[in-house]
């Protein structure tokens, strides 16, 4: 079965700082990915995904994510981290059928 | 174009009552997606419908129900509820399988008390 995890719980950064989040992930074939963030309050929004062609992925905010098949990772970063990017950020698999299963989510505090 | 909203934000049951969660999409999606937030344990499918008049079950559909009578809505059910069943629930869509690669769009959550 198909399973994501993350391994930091919670990651402090200072502004203006570089940002890597872990994600893993546990699937056969080659699996839909996800990033999604979750800012305070708020529902779950869409960071970036990958399913084929180039394995570096841009999204929304200036994020990014690489899918290294070797690895069975998909890392997302940020060169440069802003205050309002202080949020839960979830990285998630879809394999290939109706349903994502998501990872435990990473919490971001970023220092002023 | 409101996208998914819910209702209510937030909810106080006592143990053993009912209640409906309310959840509609304006997006003319076919799927929708019911699931429940807990601390450190990320987002699980409770149930989720691929159009209307059909649903199916996720990883945790004990203690809940479900119908999907038109394409915009898609209310949850807890009939008797537990403590057990504090959490935030999310209400999702997207237009297609979600499972192959499709964005799915929340919903801002409803926060569940049972008490």
């Known amino acids: 079965a198909q399973s994501v995890t993350q391994p930091d719980i919670h990651i402090t950064v200072s502004e203006g700082a570089s940002l890597e989040l872990r994600c893993n992930y546990s699937?056969?074939?080659?699996?839909?990915l996800f990033w999604y963030v979750q800012s305070p309050g708020q529902g779950l929004q869409l960071l970036l995904k990958?399913?084929?062609?180039?394995?570096l992925v841009q999204g929304i905010k200036g994020f990014e994510a690489e899918f290294k098949r070797s690895q069975s990772s998909f890392n997302l970063r940020k060169p440069s981290v802003h205050w309002s990017d202080a949020a839960e950020y979830f990285c998630?698999?879809?394999?290939?059928?109706?349903?994502?299963?998501f990872g435990p989510g990473t919490s971001l505090s970023v220092i002023p | 174009n409101a996208g998914v909203t819910q209702t209510p934000k937030f909810r106080i049951l006592k143990i053993g009552q009912s209640m409906t969660l309310q959840c509609t999409q304006d997006?003319?999606?076919?799927?929708m997606y019911w699931y429940r937030q807990d601390p450190g344990m990320g987002l699980k499918l409770i149930y989720y419908?691929?159009?209307?008049?059909?649903?199916d079950k996720g990883e945790v559909p004990n203690g809940y129900n479900v119908s999907r009578s038109t394409t915009e809505d898609f209310p949850l059910r807890l009939e008797l509820a537990a403590p057990s069943q504090t959490s935030v629930y999310f209400c999702?869509?997207?237009?297609?399988?979600?499972?192959?690669?499709?964005?799915?769009?929340f919903g801002p959550g409803t926060r569940l008390l049972v008490l």
């Open positions: 999702a869509s997207s237009t297609t399988l979600a499972g192959k690669g499709e964005t799915q769009y």
């Open positions: 699937y056969g074939a080659t699996p839909y």
């Open positions: 990958y399913f084929s062609g180039d394995t």
């Open positions: 998630a698999v879809g394999a290939g059928d109706d349903k994502v299963i």
């Open positions: 997006m003319n999606h076919n799927y």
């Open positions: 419908s691929v159009g209307a008049g059909i649903t």
